[in-house]
């Protein structure tokens, strides 16, 4: 599921760098306007591929039948979220209180996968809206 995240954070300043180099070297600027139309046209064939592939992905997990299949995802980011809860809620009160209290160590790979999940679901399903928008306009 992150690489739909991956590709719209990267897409985005790659597009850009290659339409400036297109409209620098081609002085035409119709055929400069038909490869840029063209190449955002193929990206975003790619990353409405690459959704729906994730997608795919998730609701065969979901619809699965099997009970641990179908919700690793939401248990992992709700173990993330109640240790993060624990750490800078939770026991900053226990502290302050009794004196007492455990704080878990968040391993960076952790922080990573929180970040990945919840980037990946966010940018997801902005660029899922966004490439919805895109093919209503044509």
Not at 12 to 35: C, N, Q, S, Y
Not at 48 to 65: D, H, L, P, Q, Y
Not at 130 to 138: A, L, Q, S, Y
Request: aromatic share 10%.
């Amino acid at each position: 599921m992150a690489f739909p995240a991956i590709l719209g954070a990267i897409a985005g300043p790659v597009i850009e760098g290659i339409f400036g180099t297109i409209d620098e070297a081609i002085e035409d600027k119709d055929l400069a306007a038909k490869l840029k139309n063209s190449l955002q046209h193929k990206v975003m064939d790619t990353m409405r591929t690459e959704i729906e592939s994730a997608a795919s992905i998730i609701k065969a997990e979901v619809n699965s039948g099997n009970w641990l299949a179908s919700n690793w995802r939401p248990i992992t980011m709700l173990v993330f979220v109640f240790i993060i809860a624990n750490n800078y809620i939770l026991y900053p009160y226990l502290q302050m209180f009794f004196n007492s209290g455990a704080m878990l160590d968040i391993p960076p790979d952790m922080w990573a996968l929180l970040k990945i999940g919840l980037g990946g679901y966010v940018v997801g399903r902005s660029v899922e809206k966004g490439v919805k928008v895109w093919k209503d306009k044509e």
